[in-house]
């Protein structure tokens, strides 16, 4: 399967993605990383496009990443993009059984989409999106998890 996307808000984009990016690029040849947004949130859409260019400046050296912004189901993202697959990473087995049950309902919307699961790396399991917020609203330094 030459391409895959890797959806997800990103809100901040994390080490933790940062990783489960490139180890998708071992397997696929092109990876569309996909920053959604809700269409009914005010300013939704700007703050994705926002984080879509931070993204973008981070893997400029790599031709093989695109990165877009999209407010659709992801597999309608996927079969724009001719994708056979969507990966996702998984910290502990709640994010797995979530996983599972968004790659079953995938699967009856387009029968040829393949989830790809790829398990955190031990040192990047409690790396969150929600715990980089909660650390940055109490005025702590989150850099250390971020690319």
């Known amino acids: 399967m030459p391409t895959a996307i890797f959806p997800g808000s990103f809100r901040p984009f994390t080490k933790g993605h940062d990783d489960i990016a490139?180890?998708?690029?071992?397997?696929?040849?092109?990876?569309?990383?996909a920053v959604g947004y809700n269409v009914n949130k005010p300013h939704d859409a700007?703050?994705?496009?926002?984080?879509?260019?931070?993204?973008r400046r981070l893997y400029a050296g790599e031709p093989r990443i695109v990165v877009e912004t999209y407010d659709t189901l992801t597999v309608e993202l996927a079969q724009?993009?001719?994708?056979?697959?969507?990966?996702r990473g998984?910290?502990?087995v709640k994010d797995y059984e979530y996983e599972r049950e968004q790659a079953l309902c995938n699967a009856l919307l387009d029968d040829g989409i393949e989830?790809?699961?790829?398990?955190?790396?031990?040192?990047?399991?409690?790396?969150?999106?929600?715990?980089?917020?909660?650390?940055?609203?109490?005025?702590?330094d989150i850099t250390?998890?971020?690319?």
């Not at 700007?46 to 993204?55: G, L, N, Q, T």
């Open 115 to 140: 989830t790809v699961l790829l398990c955190a790396k031990p040192e990047l399991e409690v790396v969150s999106a929600s715990m980089v917020r909660e650390l940055q609203h109490f005025g702590k």
């Open 144 to 147: 250390p998890f971020l690319p």
């Open 90 to 92: 998984v910290r502990s």
């Open 22 to 33: 490139r180890r998708a690029l071992r397997l696929f040849d092109r990876l569309v990383i």
């Open 46 to 55: 700007d703050d994705a496009a926002e984080r879509a260019e931070s993204i």
């Open 80 to 87: 724009r993009h001719q994708a056979g697959a969507i990966v």
